[in-house]
């Protein structure tokens, strides 16, 4: 043991004739663990909550989305799809046809977003259709009678909304009409609800709905048009790098859109609030690491006899110097180990035994997910131990300053 660390020792473990710089130091080590394991705990359900939010988002979604600039549809889009669908990186492609509308079921209403679809292949690309809670999407895959009223899967807050149960019939009226001698007449029909999905996103509970394509393409009377393909890509990150490359196969009639773009603002505000969180509870460490200071700067007070002593018998100013450094990191360290410790074992635990419990009618989810990782241990730990080796810093350089000559005149 080096002689720097045998007197940092020393001075750590040896009974001090003033108590407070104790109880001070104690403080500092319970401070900084405190923060860290804040921190660490903080970021693991800020994770959880990202992951969670990001698989279900991406379930109900696709990853890259391809449609005309113009805004018309696709009518050649079967032979686009077979181009594109061996596109790498795409594992599944489906087509789909949007409409917004407007859904009646009694004398209640509310506005819908109707996708049309082929079942099969949006089964492929997302999951909002395995999220049925009640009734069936069986009935999308049968082909409808002329005078057959087109099966409808609705989402649970529309459902709620429109009081609308799977056997009941919604009228579905379209903006989009035909034009007839007395003007411009929308067109509407009526479709029987066989499905209730809740895929715990209130945007698509509350607006989506699915039919087949071809009941969607009847219905605002289009032909055999889509308005996107869809993509499922084997890698999420690669979304922008396979928008681009479907893009350019498409031709430059076509925009290529990814998930990523179209959450931007969603994912922006989580790590908005991941920062604004890391900074509030950092302050936790800062405060412990002024503790540190005060404590090293009390105990070269404290200890200003026995540095002279040290001095005159030879010891170098450094070596002064690497002591209270050393002090004040081992304070760190210690402070930081605990924390990491406290940190991880209640994330283990929070995961493990569900600890804190969520009503799954608010937030979609029965309990805080955690997702403790270990590059957050990493940089948590190496912010709380560079703040505590700063904090030695000024002390360190006092104990250095010290005159032995004057220190010890009148002993």
């Known amino acids: 043991m080096s002689f720097e660390s045998f007197v940092a020792l020393r001075y750590l473990r040896a009974k001090r004739k003033v108590a407070v710089i104790s109880v001070i130091t104690a403080i500092s080590v319970l401070g900084i663990a405190a923060g860290v394991t804040s921190l660490i705990v903080a970021t693991a359900i800020n ?38 669908q061996s596109a790498p990186d795409v594992v599944a492609s489906a087509p789909a046809l949007y409409g917004t509308l407007l859904a009646s079921h009694g004398n209640r209403s509310s506005q819908m977003i109707l996708k049309g679809v082929d079942p099969d292949a949006e089964l492929k690309v997302g999951n909002l259709l395995n999220s049925i809670r009640e009734g069936s999407s069986d009935p999308l895959r049968k082909p409808v009678a002329p005078n057959e009223a087109p099966p ?97 196969r498409a031709g430059t009639d076509y925009a290529g859109s990814h998930w990523m773009e179209q959450n931007r603002a969603l994912f922006s505000a989580l790590q908005l609030e991941k920062t604004i969180t890391v900074i509030t509870i950092g302050l936790i460490v800062f405060v412990a690491a002024l503790n540190i200071l005060i404590s090293l700067v009390m105990m070269v007070m404290e200890k200003y006899r026995d540095i002279a002593v040290l001095v005159s018998m030879g010891a170098r100013r450094n070596q ?23 940190g991880y074992t209640l994330c283990w635990l929070g995961s493990r ?3 804190i419990r ?20 990493v940089w948590v730990a190496a912010a709380a131990l560079v703040i505590s080796f700063l904090a030695t810093l000024y002390p360190a350089h006092n104990a250095t300053s010290i005159a032995p000559a004057e220190a010890l005149r009148y002993e």
């Not at 609800?193 to 289009?222: E, K």
């Not at 081992?330 to 990491?340: D, P, R, V």
């Not at 608010?362 to 997702?371: E, Q, R």
């Open 353 to 355: 035994h569900q600890l």
């Open 320 to 342: 002064i110097r690497n002591i209270f450094l050393l002090q004040g990191v081992l304070i760190g360290m210690a402070g930081t180990a605990l924390g990491l410790i406290a």
């Open 47 to 84: 994770n959880g909550f990202r992951h969670d939010l990001q698989e279900r988002l991406l379930g109900a979604m696709a990853h890259v989305n391809l449609q005309r600039k113009d805004g018309n549809g696709m009518e050649t889009w079967r032979d686009l799809l077979g181009q594109l």
């Open 358 to 377: 969520l009503d799954p009618n608010v937030y979609a989810i029965s309990f805080v997910p955690f997702d403790a990782r270990i590059v957050d241990g």
């Open 152 to 248: 409808v899967v609705i989402g649970k807050v529309m459902a709620d909304s429109l009081g609308a149960r799977p056997g009941d019939s919604i009228l579905l009226t379209s903006p989009q009409g035909h034009l007839t001698p007395f003007g411009m007449v929308p067109r509407y029909r009526y479709f029987r609800v066989v499905g209730v999905f809740d895929s715990g996103f209130y945007d698509f509970d509350s607006t989506w709905a699915f039919t087949s394509l071809p009941a969607a393409q009847q219905l605002l009377g289009l032909g055999d048009v889509v308005s996107v393909l869809e993509f499922k890509l084997d890698d999420i990150y690669l979304a922008p790098e396979v928008a681009r490359a479907i893009e350019q």
